[in-house]
């Protein structure tokens, strides 16, 4: 859509050939349907944020900035507000509101947008593009093809992957693929009885091995099969490959304000108040209850020890589980779960600075399709506008 106004503001005769029965079926359920259509952070916070080839997009993030997307929205008729995180969402809370005004725009320009057709094939001769070939056998020619087919993560909005292989047959290459910002899966049986239970303000590490391979401050939750929430979901995005190949362990330290001395004083105090009292009525106020059962089975400690016979080394390892709350990661949650999806066409046979293939003339990437992808907080979205201008702006 971004592509299509753009190529149309430079004069174009335009085409958008979409097979669902209306446009942005994607763009409708981003951000819990708020859109979270940009991120209003400094240029370094744009580049760090991306997790897969971040200086391809120097031309696109600079030609189309997070800054001109929102006044792009603007003057579209969008009025936009920055929340928590620099997160920049239409001021109504509709995502609805980002698809009209874009509609709204590429009818003015006279875009013709064709619902329900669905694009087979796009064909190429002599290392030319000369139009496409849609499902009922027609073909449409055209001097340029613009692929922005997105990715294969929430295939019911229509983002089927369709464009790996239309890539695939004018010779690209694709990276390999991986669903990404998605949960993960843990092996731990007692994961079920901690379903539903959030945390916040808790530090999650995660190991391969003895290395560390991530750390994150946040919030997160569990599901039936494994972890969720914010930081694991940022945490897919940097070792989801890894996750791929072996089992990782996550450490959560569920009381990272306090030292282990700190903590292991807070403990001992409570034992002190409670020593007459069964172990599993002496540890209420350390966690929320549904991680009440799981902590004590954990512990080694028996539920009914009296406290005061609790030894120090029992003690001390029970504060050491606090801060190391371990679990054994096995995978990732699969597309249907993905916010986005890692890997595509390989951006070395692309011009950065037009999304024009390196291999067949006329023909345009933008968006998911491309192998780029970046944290949560608005910066997929802001690919997709960067890259659907350039391509916009560059066919000829
Ligand atoms: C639940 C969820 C929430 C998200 N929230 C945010 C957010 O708040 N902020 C953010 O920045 N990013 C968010 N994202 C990511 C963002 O939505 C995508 O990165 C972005 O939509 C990609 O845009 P795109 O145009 O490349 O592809 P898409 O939006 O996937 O659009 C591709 C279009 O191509 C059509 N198509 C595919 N194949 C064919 C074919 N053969 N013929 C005809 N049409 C075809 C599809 O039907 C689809 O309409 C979210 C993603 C999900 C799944």
């Known amino acids: 859509m971004m592509a299509g106004i753009f190529a149309a503001r430079n004069g174009h005769e335009v085409h958008i050939y979409e097979k669902n029965e209306k446009l942005g079926k994607k763009l409708f359920i981003t951000g819990k349907g708020r859109c979270n259509l940009t991120n209003a952070g400094e240029m370094d916070t744009l580049f760090s944020s991306v997790s897969s080839n971040p200086k391809f997009l120097y031309s696109g993030f600079y030609s189309f900035t997070n800054e001109q997307a929102v006044d792009f929205f603007e003057d579209l ?9 620099n997160r920049v969402f239409p001021e109504s809370d509709h995502s609805s509101d980002v698809i009209s005004a874009m509609s709204r725009e590429l009818k003015r320009l006279g875009v013709k947008i064709n619902l329900h057709t669905e694009v087979k094939q796009v064909l190429a001769e002599q290392g030319y593009i000369n139009g496409i070939l849609l499902a009922g056998g027609k073909k449409i020619p055209a001097d340029s093809c ?17 464009g790996y292989r239309f890539a695939r047959e004018a010779g690209h290459k694709v990276t390999a693929l991986y669903p990404s910002l998605v949960p993960m899966e843990v092996k731990e049986t007692f994961i079920p009885e901690l379903q539903g239970l959030s945390l916040r303000n808790v530090d999650a590490v995660i190991y391969d091995g003895k290395k560390k391979v991530y750390e994150e401050f946040g919030e997160m939750l569990f599901t039936h ?21 072996k089992d990782l362990r996550l450490s959560i ?11 292991d004083q807070r403990v001992l105090r409570d ?13 209420d106020k350390l966690f929320p209850a549904k991680l009440k059962p799981v902590m004590i089975e954990r512990s080694g400690i028996h539920p009914d020890k009296k406290v005061n016979e609790i030894s120090r080394e029992e003690r ?13 990661l096995t995978g990732l949650r699969g597309y249907n779960e993905a916010i986005i999806t890692k890997g595509g066409v390989d951006v070395r046979q692309i011009d950065p600075g037009t ?5 067949v003339k006329g023909l345009y990437f933008s968006g998911e399709v491309l192998d780029l992808d970046a944290l949560t907080g608005g910066f997929n979205l802001q690919i997709a506008w960067s890259t659907g201008y ?4 560059s066919v000829h």
């Open 146 to 162: 613009i692929i922005a087919t997105g990715g294969v993560s929430y295939p019911s909005t229509g983002s089927t992957g369709d």
């Open 355 to 359: 999304m024009e293939s390196r291999l």
């Open 225 to 245: 099969f494994g972890v969720s929430g914010p930081i694991i979901i940022s945490a897919s995005s940097v070792m989801g490959k890894l996750l791929g190949e």
């Open 77 to 85: 008729g969008v009025r936009t507000k920055v929340e928590r995180g």
């Open 390 to 393: 350039l391509a916009g702006i």
């Open 316 to 328: 001390q390892r029970f504060v050491a589980m606090i801060k190391n709350f371990d679990m054994t």
């Open 253 to 263: 330290d569920l009381k990272p304000a306090l030292k282990f001395e700190q903590l």
């Open 271 to 283: 034992f002190e108040e409670n020593r007459n009292r069964q172990f599993k009525n002496a540890v």
